[in-house]
């Protein structure tokens, strides 16, 4: 079953813009990670960051969490059009993992 | 070697067919798993494999039969499919840990007539 809800469900914006995609999530949590998909094809994990850190980055990435909230945000910053594909987050424990709903992110030339 | 992967990339089958996926990571990683993702879905677990057993079994109909034949090594037995099982199937590994990245393959795209 699904875990989390993300929002937007689709984004579209121009090259060079910023794009925030948020994350929540429903239960405890020991991790919360981020996917991209490309149209049809495998997942490639990004970013993991763990239930006692608060922000974590990497190259253009910038991921948060509030677990308080049960929420997350990921940051893509210069944004290119190589990274127009859809962003999963993904909660779980152990080997449970757990997908939200996605969003669609399209990156205009 | 940080690959999964999964043949056939295409499969199409009738409902009486039997088929097999399989999967394979040479990364030395002790748990494997199965999703089906259907369009513009997210990826829903089926399967988890750890050490070569099964651990997680998401409810999932009998006509999917996981088997793990050894710790490179998964397989999804089909048979008796239905239209609707018709989707994308992921495999993808891990270590066996709290903090665990998974390797996803590129899948298999089924289409059940």
């Known amino acids: 079953s699904q875990q989390g809800e993300e929002d937007p469900q689709a984004l579209s914006i121009q090259e060079g813009e910023n794009a925030t995609m948020n994350c929540r999530y429903k239960?405890?949590?020991?991790?919360l990670q981020w996917y991209r998909q490309n149209s049809g094809r495998g997942l490639v994990h990004l970013i993991l960051i763990r239930s006692n850190e608060r922000e974590k980055h990497s190259g253009r990435l910038r991921v948060t969490l509030d677990t308080s909230k049960k929420s997350s945000s990921l940051l893509i910053t210069a944004s290119r059009a190589a990274d127009t594909a859809s962003y999963f987050c993904a909660t779980g424990n152990n080997n449970d993992m757990r997908f939200g709903a996605g969003t669609r992110l399209t990156v205009k030339p | 070697d940080t690959e999964v992967t999964q043949t056939p990339k295409h499969l199409v089958m009738g409902m009486t067919n039997k088929k097999s996926l399989k999967c394979e990571q040479h990364?030395?990683?002790?748990?494997m798993y199965w999703y089906k993702q259907k369009a513009k879905k997210p990826p829903e677990l089926m399967f988890v494999?750890?050490?070569?057993?099964?651990?997680i079994n998401e409810s999932v109909p009998s006509r999917f039969s996981p088997e793990c034949p050894n710790s490179s090594l998964l397989n999804l037995h089909l048979h008796a499919l239905q239209p609707e099982d018709s989707a994308l199937y992921l495999c993808?590994?891990?270590?066996?840990?709290?903090?665990?990245?998974?390797?996803f393959g590129p899948g298999t795209r089924l289409t059940v007539l």
């Open positions: 494999y750890s050490y070569e057993k099964l651990s």
């Open positions: 990364m030395g990683h002790r748990a």
């Open positions: 993808a590994s891990s270590r066996l840990a709290a903090y665990n990245e998974q390797f």
């Open positions: 239960t405890s949590i020991n991790n």
